[in-house]
C-alpha cells in the first residue's frame, strides 16, 4: 500500500511534467495544424540555457526558467518566421518535414559546440532536495515543476479562453480565411502561438537541469511522449493535454513497477491505442 | 504561377556540386611520404557520441606520439619519429552515428574508397560485428578497443584482435569481489543480486554473463531491471530494486543514464549494501565532478583511471596530449583500450618488418606486447583476438576518487562497506 | 490524360530500367563500390517510400508505421538463414504474409481514427512494437541477429565480395514496386483509392467500399516494405530493433517520399535521389570530422528544399518540364499552353 502511493506520487509527478513540456506542442498543433518535431530540442536548447546560466553565472534555475522561456519565444518565433511560414497551405507534412530537418540541425548543432557531455548542474536552490509526508518521500524539484506546470498550463487555458487575443486565437484555429475577415491578424497570431508554445517548453527546459543531467539528446523521449499527450487529450484541448499527461505518468509509473520497467513505454503507448479506439477525437476531443 | 527565375537555384547547384563530387571524394595527396593509412569508425553522432569522440581522440594521441618524436613518453617507439624506418600512420575518420548499418557502409567505404590499410573501432558491439566483417573479408586487420561482446572474439576471425577485456571476464571478478566481501566484512551475508542494464547489446551481454558468473558463484539474482536508454525517469526502475532489495547491485548503465540512476537512487532513499559497475557511466572521469559526493562509495571495474598513476608511470605524459584533445578530460578504461590498439599495432608493423596484413597479423598472435598503457603492462592475443593479459581492478569511489580495493596485490585502500546510507553522508 | 502520353511516359520508365540495368556495365561504376553502394540504397529507398507512397500518397494515410512491416520483413529473412539456418527465402515469404496479417490488423481499428489521430496511432505501434521486439526472447531481443558466413549466391542472397548481385537484387525490388504501383495508378483500384483520399464520403456514396480499399492497399503496401526490410538485413548483415524497426526508420519511409512528392509515381524516386546522396555524400565528406557537420549541413539543406519548393521534388521537374513546353511551344510560335 505504501509503495502504491509513492509510485502514484512519482508518476504524478512526472506526468506533470509531462504536461508542461506537452503544452506548448498542444497549442502549436491546435491552432496551427502544424506537427513540430523539434519541440524536444527546443526542451534540450532551454536545459541549455538554464544549465550554461547556472554553470556561468551561478544563476538558480528557478529564475533561469524565465530565461529559457524567453529564448525559446525566441526560437519558436523565429521557426515560424524563417521556416513554418513559407510551408503553410503547401502539401500536408510539409512542415513536419522542415521541422524534421531543423530538429536534426539543433541537435547535432549543440553536439556540435557542447560536446555529446552529459552536464548536471549541482548546488542549486532545489537540487536533492526531500521531504517526509508521512511514509511518502516528496522529491521537492519535482514538486516545483509540478506546480509550475499547472500554473503555466492555467495561464495558457486562460489565455485562450478568456483574453480577446484568446478568442483570436480561438477563431484563428477554427477558420483561418474567416478570421481574416474579421480583421485578425492571422500571421501575427501564428507568429505568437508559436513564440508561446516555445516560451512554456522552454520554461519546462529551465527548471529540468536541477534534477535531469543535459546532453544533445536528452529531448528525444520527451517529444515522443508530448506528441502522444497531444493525441491522447484531443488535438487543440489543452484540459486535455494535461489530463492526459497525468493518465500516462500514472500508467507509466505502474506498469514500470507492477508489471516491468521494460514494459512502462509500451504500456504508455498502449494506453494510447485503447484509448483512441474508445474515444476517436481523445479525451476532449470533439 | 511558376515563377521561372526561380528554378534554377544556388542550392540546386551546390546539390548538383556535391554529387559530382561523387567520383571524387577527397582523399588527401599521400604519395610523397611513407604512410599508412588507418581508418576509424566510431559513433561520433547519436547517444553514445560522448564515448565516440574520446575514443577518437584515443586514436589521434597514439599517433601523434608514434608519428612524432617523443623522448620523454616511455612507450615503445615513441622515442623515435615514425616506426619501420619512418613510416607514420594517417587516420581517415568515420562516423557510424551508433548504427550497423551506417558502420558497415562506412567500413566499406574505408576500404575501397579511402583504401586503408586497417580499421580501428567501432566502440558499439553491434556495430563492430558487421564493420570488422567487412575488414575480415578484405583482409584488412581490425584493431578493437573497447566493444565488450564476448561473441565478437568467438568466431575465429584472423585480423580481428581486441585490447579490452570481456563482460564474461568482468562478470566473474564481480563475483569474486562478492566472495571477498562475505569472506572479509563482518555481517556481509551477500546472497541476492540485482541487474540494471539498458537494454541494448551492451547490457545485454552484460546481464547474460552477469547471470552465468552469479550462478556459478551461488549467488541469486532476485531482480532483473532492463531499461530503455535515454529514458524520462527511471523511478519505476529504481523503485522495483527498492522494493526487492537485493544485497549486491550489478550495474551496466551508460553515461547520462547512470547519473540518473544515482539521482534517482538518492531521491528514493535507497541503496544495496555493495554496488558494482561494468566498464560505463560509473568509470567515466566526469561522473565523480558531474554527481560530486553522491557517486562515493559506489564499485565497479576500472582498466584505468588518472589515480593509477604510481603503476602505470607512462600513462602521464600520454594523457597530458589525450587532454588536449578532450577539453581537459583524461582517459577512461574504454578509450584507453583504443590508445592501446593503436601502440601494439605499431609494435607488430616494426616487428613483422613488413606491411603485409596476414603477416603483421601472424606476428601480433605470436608476441607479447609490451603496453605501458594497459594496467597489466602487456598484451597477447589469444585465438580469436581476444587479449588474454587484460585486467582490470575493482575500484570504489572515494571522496571523488577512485580508489583501489580487489584485489588485495593491487588494493591501495579499504572498501567502504556497506555504501553509506544517503542520509548519513 | 490521352493515350499517347501514357506510352510517352512507360517507355520513360523503360528506357531508365535498361539504363540502371547496364549500369554495372561500366567498369568505372562496378569498381567504384561507395557509388555502387548509394546506387543500391537509392533503389532500395525509393521502393520502400513507394510503398508507403501506396497508403501515405495514393491513400492519404499518413502512417509512421511501416518500419513496423519493414522489420518484420528483415526479421522474417534474418532468422530463416540466423535461428534456422536456412536460405533467406522462405522467411522473406513468411516475413511478407506476416506483415500483410499485421498490417490489417492494426490498421483495422486504426482506420477508424482521422487525420492526426492515426498518424500518432501508427507511430505509438512503431514504439510498441519496438520495445517488444528488444525484449521478445526468440527473435535475439536487444542482442539482435547477427549473419553467420554462408555460401553466396542467390539461393542464399548473400554476396560478400561484389555488390553487384545486390545491386541487381535492389533494382528487382525497385521494378517490382514501380512496376506494382504504375499498374495500380491507372487501374481502378488506384481511383477507389484517390477516391477515398479525395473523400470518404464521396467515394462511399459513389458505392466504394472505404475500408476494403485501405486495408487492401495497406495490406499491400506492408508486403512490399517487408521485402525491402528483408534486402536491408541480407543488405547490413545484422537485424536488431533499433536498427530496422525504429521510429527514424518510419521518418526515411515518409521523409522521402514527402521530399520527392507523394501521390506521384516518380516521387519516390526523386526523393530517394536526392535524399540518399546528399545523407551518405555529407557524411563521407564531413562525418569524420566528428561533430555532427554532415548532419547539420543535412539538416538545413532538408529545410531549404521544403521552403523553396514544397510541392517535392517532383513539383519542381513539372514546373521545369512545363517551362520547357511552353518554351517549344512559343518557339513553334503556337498558343502557350496554360497551365492547370
Known sequence: METLLQVLLDGMLNGMLYALVAVGLCLIWGVMDVINFAHGEYLMIAMYVSYWLGFLLKVDPLISLIAGGIFIFILGAMTYWLIIRYTIGKPPLSALLATFGLAMLLKNLCLNQFSPNFRILSGTWLGDKTFQLGFLIVPVPQLVTAIVALVIVGLIYGMTKSTRFGWAVQATALDKEAAELMGINTERIYFLIFGIGGATVGIAGGLMPTYLAVHPEVGTMFSLIAFVCVAMGGFGSIPGALVAALLIGIVEALSGFYIAPVFKYVAVFGLYLALVFLRPKGIFGW | MVHYKSLIKPWLLVVAALCALSGVVPSPALAQEKVIKIGTIFPLTGPVALAGQRCKAAVETAVEILNNKYPNIKVPLADKKGFLDGYKFVLVHADSQGKADVGKAEAERLINQEGVWGLIGAYNSSVSMPASFVAERAKKIFMCGASSSAALTQRNMKFFFRTASTDEIESHEFVEVLKWLNKTQKNANIKTLGLIYENSVFGKHAAEEAKKAAAAGGFEVITDVPFTPGATNLDSEVQTMKSKNPDALFGAVLGADYALMVKTMKKMNWNPKVSLNYCSGYQDPVIAKQLGPDANFFMGSTGYSPQFSKMMPAVAEVEKIFKTKTGGVPYDSDSIQESVAMFVLAQAIEKARSLDPETVAKTLYANTWTSPLSLSGKVAFAPGGQNKLSLSIITQLQGGEYKRIFPKESADSKAVFPITAWDKR | ?340
Open chain 3, 1 to 340: 490524360m490521352n493515350h499517347r502520353a501514357l506510352k510517352r511516359k512507360d517507355l520513360f520508365w523503360l528506357a531508365l530500367v535498361v539504363l540502371l540495368a547496364l549500369m554495372p556495365a561500366v567498369s568505372a561504376v562496378a569498381t567504384n563500390t561507395f557509388l555502387m553502394h548509394v546506387l543500391i540504397l537509392i533503389l532500395l529507398f525509393s521502393a520502400m517510400a513507394q510503398t508507403w507512397n501506396i497508403i501515405g500518397g495514393y491513400g492519404g494515410q499518413t502512417s509512421f508505421g511501416h518500419s513496423v512491416f519493414f522489420g518484420i520483413g528483415a526479421y522474417g529473412a534474418g532468422m530463416a538463414v540466423v535461428t534456422y539456418g536456412l536460405s533467406p527465402w522462405p522467411g522473406i515469404g513468411i516475413g511478407m504474409v506476416a506483415a500483410a496479417a499485421v498490417a490489417v490488423l492494426i490498421s483495422y481499428p486504426c482506420f477508424k481514427l482521422s487525420g492526426h489521430y492515426f498518424a500518432i496511432a501508427t507511430f505509438a505501434i512503431v514504439e510498441i512494437f519496438h520495445r517488444m521486439f528488444l525484449v521478445w526472447y526468440w527473435v535475439g531481443g536487444a542482442l539482435g541477429l547477427d549473419y553467420p558466413v554462408v555460401e553466396q549466391g542467390l539461393k542464399n542472397f548473400m554476396w560478400y565480395d561484389t555488390k553487384t548481385g545486390y545491386y541487381y537484387g535492389a533494382l528487382a525490388l525497385f521494378v517490382l514496386v514501380f512496376g506494382i504501383v504504375r499498374f495500380l495508378e491507372s487501374h481502378r483500384f488506384g481511383y477507389y483509392l484517390r477516391a477515398v483520399r479525395e473523400g470518404q464520403e464521396t467515394a462511399e456514396s459513389l458505392g466504394v467500399n472505404s475500408q476494403a480499399i485501405k486495408l487492401t492497399a495497406m495490406a499491400l503496401s506492408a508486403a512490399l516494405a517487408a521485402m525491402c526490410g528483408a534486402f536491408f538485413g541480407q543488405y547490413n548483415l545484422r537485424v536488431d530493433p533499433s536498427m530496422v524497426m525504429s521510429l527514424d526508420m518510419s521518418m526515411k519511409f515518409v521523409l522521402v517520399t514527402i521530399l520527392g512528392g507523394a501521390g506521384t509515381l516518380a516521387g519516390p524516386l526523386l526523393g530517394a535521389a536526392v535524399l540518399i546522396p546528399l545523407q551518405e555524400y555529407t557524411r563521407a565528406l564531413w562525418g569524420g570530422l566528428g561533430g555532427g557537420v554532415d548532419l547539420i549541413v543535412f539538416g538545413v539543406l532538408i529545410i531549404i528544399i521544403v521552403i523553396k519548393q514544397p510541392a517535392g521534388i517532383s513539383g519542381m521537374v513539372r514546373d521545369i518540364a512545363k517551362h520547357i513546353e511552353r518554351r517549344r511551344a512559343a518557339a513553334k510560335g503556337g498558343t502557350s499552353i496554360d497551365a492547370p
